[in-house]
């Protein structure tokens, strides 16, 4: 009776977890797809109780929705505050989850998407928060660079912030045209598994804003 009822959690311990990643495949699956501000609205909601294995990924994601929201609402300030709250926290959550000296390349991913959160923080009022998000930012994005300094994301990250920086503040179109460039090459077959593979749209969509 004891190992029918051993066998038996088993089997539920696994088919919830068969479940849970399911679940996150198929939120993935939708955030290829996604564009708008609802869109990851609901995203995040899905990705904050989806669980599944890397347990990382969920937070990742959740904050990297709310990053995007940033992004999409960045000439709306007054909005954005909840949104770079709730993605700092899941950032931070990420990193929690990753060992410290072995997952650089997922240390990488996140750090990246931290590097987004702070600059939608930038958004909400440049004057007063621009100087500190804008070094923080600056400080994960460079955190993620020497962690895989050919990351495609964060690749994109920097050649956005190249793009829309003024130039006497050190912006470069041509620079950003070349970085975006770098990450396009690197992810002309990004695939669709959970792991991180976002950012061809968003290089195509930079480039074009480039002449």
């Known amino acids: 009776m004891k190992k ?7 089997f539920v311990s ?9 679940a996150l495949q198929a939120a993935v699956n939708k955030l290829d797809q996604a564009k708008t501000v609802s869109d990851y609205t609901q995203l995040e909601k899905t990705f904050t109780g989806a ?26 300030g007054d909005k954005i505050e909840p949104y770079s709250e709730r993605g700092e926290q899941q950032a931070k959550q990420a990193l929690a989850l990753l060992d410290s000296t072995r997952q650089r390349r997922e240390l990488a991913e996140v750090y990246t998407v931290l ?3 702070y600059r939608t923080k930038v958004f909400i009022n440049p004057m007063t928060y621009g100087r500190k998000y804008g070094m923080l930012s600056q400080q994960m994005l ?13 690749l994109y990250v920097a050649a956005w912030v190249k793009y829309y920086t003024p130039r006497m503040w050190g912006g ?6 070349q970085l975006a460039g770098e990450s396009l ?5 990004p695939g669709t598994d959970v792991y991180p593979h976002w950012g061809k749209a968003e290089d ?3 480039l074009s804003k480039i002449k």
């Open 14 to 22: 696994g088919y919830s977890t068969h479940a849970q990643s399911d």
């Open 204 to 206: 195509q969509l930079l």
């Open 4 to 10: 029918l009822f051993i066998s038996a959690l088993l």
């Open 142 to 154: 460079d955190k993620a660079m020497a962690l895989e300094p050919q990351n495609p994301r964060a």
């Open 115 to 117: 590097s987004m959160i």
């Open 51 to 76: 669980g599944g294995s890397p347990a990382w990924l969920s937070p990742y994601y959740a904050a990297l929705c709310n990053a995007k929201i940033g992004f999409l609402l960045q000439d709306d």
């Open 172 to 177: 470069d179109k041509e620079k950003a045209k």
């Open 185 to 189: 090459a690197k992810l002309a077959n």
